[in-house]
């Protein structure tokens, strides 16, 4: 009773699944994924074990095909399950138990499977699959979402909507660089969930994705001064040691810690703070 797609970056270092459903909290259950390893999808009459027996075949190294071969074929009730997998390389690989309610199906390429039952038509499905093809100019979050859009859109889940989720893993990729959870966004009962896990994930994006070195300015000169009117419009008192202490405290309030840089700033950053801060005319250096 639910669409999904598990996928791989074509670098390999991301590993992700997305899910929407016409079903409470479809992403509390569906998803399943560990970096460098990769990532699973169990549906229709979920078998929650599928998720730790899927990761550790998948440890050690079983291709996807095999993983789904082996999970179904020690499951009595298998003609009830979908499933689909992805590892580190090569295709991903669906299975469809011939009893899942109708319209049920996947399809799978390299490095991505993407699977529904309960749905419109295959049109999902293909619409699933096209969408992530299609796609790969896109960062490999919204590339996922993506992809669930345009499955949400060719008709999704025949019954309706209810719940979505994203679940995104990558070595050290979590907050602080202390887990693998890079993304694990979860809308359980919401009108519009594909829309709605759309909006969070541009949020998320805003507040915990690390900044471009590319793009940071120096923390100096006519941005400094900039940085530091606004920080005290926003009643952070700046010291004499520069604005850098009070853009750490006011970030830090704003939930932006992550995009932080010692000596400079993330033009994330300072357009957010010239957002909230009471109008400062910026200097005309300042990027």
């Known amino acids: 009773m639910t669409f999904s797609l598990v996928a791989r970056s074509a670098d390999g270092r991301l590993h992700g699944v997305v899910v929407a459903s016409k079903f409470l909290a479809a992403g509390a259950l569906v998803p ?19 998720r730790p027996q899927g990761l550790t075949l998948l440890r050690t190294g079983v291709p996807a095909a095999d993983v789904v071969a082996g999970l179904v074929a020690a499951d009595a009730e298998r003609e009830h399950r979908q499933l689909g997998v992805v590892g580190v390389s090569g295709p991903g690989a ?34 699933l699959g096209d969408a ?28 309706g909507r209810q719940s979505a989720g994203l679940l995104v893993v990558e070595r050290g990729g979590g907050y602080g660089g202390r887990s693998d959870v890079l993304i694990d966004l979860r809308i359980d009962d919401h009108p519009d969930p594909v829309a709605e896990l759309g909006r969070l994930l541009a ?67 300072l357009r957010h703070l010239r957002g909230v801060a009471p109008h400062v005319p910026a200097p005309r250096s300042a990027s």
């Open 203 to 269: 949020v998320h994006t805003l507040l915990f994705s690390r900044p471009d070195p590319a793009t940071l300015l120096d923390l100096s000169g006519a941005v400094a001064d900039e940085v530091a009117a606004l920080l005290t419009a926003l009643g952070h008192p700046v010291s004499g040691d520069g604005p850098e202490a009070a853009l750490v405290s006011w970030a830090g309030l704003e939930n932006l810690e992550e995009r932080l840089v010692p000596g400079r700033i993330d033009p994330v950053v």
């Open 32 to 50: 399943a994924a560990e970096a460098q390893v990769g990532a699973l999808a169990t549906q229709a009459h979920v078998n929650l074990a599928y």
């Open 94 to 127: 669906t299975w469809t138990g011939p009893a899942c309610h109708p319209w049920a199906g996947g399809r799978s390429g390299d490095g991505w499977a993407a699977q529904g039952n309960v749905l419109t038509g295959p049109e999902v499905v293909d619409a």
């Open 132 to 159: 992530w093809l299609a796609g790969s100019a896109l960062p490999f979050a919204e590339r996922l979402v993506a992809a669930l859009r345009a499955g949400d859109e060719a008709g999704g889940d025949r019954r």
